[in-house]
């Protein structure tokens, strides 16, 4: 560990006047904010929830505690904006199987799921629509391979089985044991849709012993992808009989063997289907507080330091275990460490306010976990105007450093490679150019409006958007050393006699 020659100096003044030392970023104390915001109380702070409220409300308080002012007239300290938090679901959903002989009603949330709804207010009503079964629902011409080949669709409703036929052989011509491109439901939500299907059905295929949807999570969570056409997740043993005389297992396993389309109509067989999902419209907030810039020739320009508040709440379809819909996602490094570290910069650099002759804009964002909303609404309505925004430092993800920070966003603010060099030497941290990629966090929001902007991040762990992102996974004391690497790289920002230049890319 090596110490600052800042700490030292400040160690020796204190020796001399008896002055205490400005504060610095603590462990302890990042880690009772990340306890509190990752507690299963915030229910894994969901956009639209009363968590997300919660920790609002907690760190407007810590702001405020920190000495900052408000970022808004009258005291506020919050920006709201309105998002799209999933859908709820309405009355008189139900899909029905019609055959000659029997139809089959089938119940939402049991029997069958919508895996891609169109948000829309107005109900989706199919009467009679005919059945067509489409093996996989795979059209890759590149590995010659194509259920749909001659088969017409138009109009119709497609039944495919999920996966791809071979999947788990080495030697398959179909991308051996990997998957396809064209196994994404994405590519086969468009294979139907682009020949005409106004409906997708899909069912578990027989190479998985147990149809492993959990058909209740839409019920808790309802937030379906958006793939232009109803796609339906339907339970494997609620249509086997219903198409018996193909032999749903036969079929697959006869497609499996010589990668031979088997696709047909399957006469007779229609489907009725109303679908009634509103879109959850939801009013969150970012969160704003401002330290005054120390030098009245260079207060009117800022730094924005921020990090997003949110999280997926239960899971649904931002969490990577979608299984597991319904335990809380407590987001402890993913953002709670963030935040943490933004209270604690705000707490120290207001105690030291001498050092910061431009001002800091602390922005706590809600909506990134729904596609960086919260910096695109801030970008939008800055507190500071943009044109006077230096610089953006994001912190997403710092609670597991071990040693090391990455560091994103250095190709077009290469102007701030020397103040970082310094900065991570008096943090005693290493800091390597990385990140998770472009688009990934709020910074984005900033580059894309020419405005330098480096993103801090320690990686992502097999706990990233999964139930056991927990706080005793958190190293706090790497944590405090990414927060005094942003701190220590603000102070510089701050001071510089030239703004830190934008490079293209
Ligand atoms: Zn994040
Ligand atoms: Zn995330």
């Known amino acids: 560990m090596r110490r600052s020659l800042r700490a030292a100096l400040v160690l020796a003044l204190m020796a001399t006047t008896g002055l205490a030392a ?16 990752s507690s299963d109380a915030l229910r894994g702070r969901g956009n639209g929830s009363e968590g997300l409220e919660r920790a609002a409300d907690y760190i407007a308080a810590q702001f405020k505690a920190a000495g900052l002012r408000p970022g808004f007239r009258n005291g506020d ?61 795979i059209s890759a011409p590149s590995v010659d391979y194509d259920d749909y080949a001659g088969l017409d669709v ?51 295929d027989p190479s998985h012993q147990a149809d492993e949807a959990n058909y209740r999570t839409f019920t808790i969570d309802a937030d379906p992808e958006d793939h232009g056409i109803p796609v339906l997740r339907v339970r494997r043993d609620e249509v086997a009989p219903l198409v018996l005389e193909l032999g749903l297992d036969q079929l697959a396993a006869a497609i499996d063997r010589d990668l031979t389309a088997r696709s047909r109509a399957l006469a007779g067989t229609t489907i009725d289907y109303r679908q009634r999902l509103a879109v959850r419209r939801r009013t969150v907030r970012n969160v704003v507080g401002v330290l005054p810039g120390a030098d009245a020739a260079k207060d009117d320009e800022a730094i924005v330091i921020g990090g997003h508040y949110d999280h997926v709440g239960l899971g649904g379809r931002f969490s990577n275990s979608p299984d597991r819909t319904g335990e809380i996602h407590n987001g402890a490094d993913d953002n709670a460490s963030g935040i943490a570290a933004l209270i604690e910069i705000a707490r120290t650099s207001a105690a030291d306010r001498a050092r910061f002759p431009r001002t800091l804009v602390f922005v706590a964002f809600a909506g990134e976990e729904r596609g960086l909303l919260g910096s695109a609404y801030y970008a939008e309505h800055p507190v500071v105007p943009l044109a006077d925004t230096v610089a953006m430092l994001n912190l997403d993800m710092v609670g597991r450093a071990r040693g090391g920070v990455e560091v994103g966003g250095l190709g077009a603010a290469s102007s701030l490679g020397a103040d970082l060099e310094a900065a991570a030497r008096d943090a005693g941290l290493a800091a390597r150019p990385g990140g998770p990629g472009a688009g990934r966090s709020d910074d984005s929001n900033f580059i894309d409006r020419r405005i330098p902007a480096l993103h801090f991040f320690t990686g992502f762990h097999e706990d990233y958007h999964r139930p056991t992102d927990d706080w005793p996974r958190i190293d706090a004391a790497g944590t405090a050393r990414v927060a005094t690497l942003a701190l220590e790289l603000a102070a510089r920002i701050a001071a510089r006699d030239d703004r830190p230049t934008f490079t293209a890319r």
């Open 22 to 37: 400005p504060p610095v970023p603590e462990p302890d104390r990042l880690l009772e904010h990340i306890k509190f915001l």
């Open 77 to 137: 300290w919050f920006q709201p904006f309105e998002l799209a938090a999933g859908l709820s679901v309405g009355e008189g959903n139900g899909l029905v199987i019609r055959r000659p002989s029997k139809s089959t009603p089938l119940t939402l949330g049991e029997s069958y799921f919508p895996l891609s709804a169109t948000p829309s207010d107005s109900p989706v009503v199919l009467d009679g629509v005919p059945v067509v079964f489409a093996g996989y629902g």
């Open 154 to 204: 138009n109009g119709k409703a497609v039944l495919v089985f999920s996966h791809e036929p071979q999947e788990a052989r080495r030697d398959s011509r179909l991308n051996g044991a990997r998957p396809l491109q064209e196994t994404t439901l994405y590519s086969k939500a468009a294979a139907a849709r682009s020949r005409g299907a106004r409906a997708l059905i899909v069912v578990s």
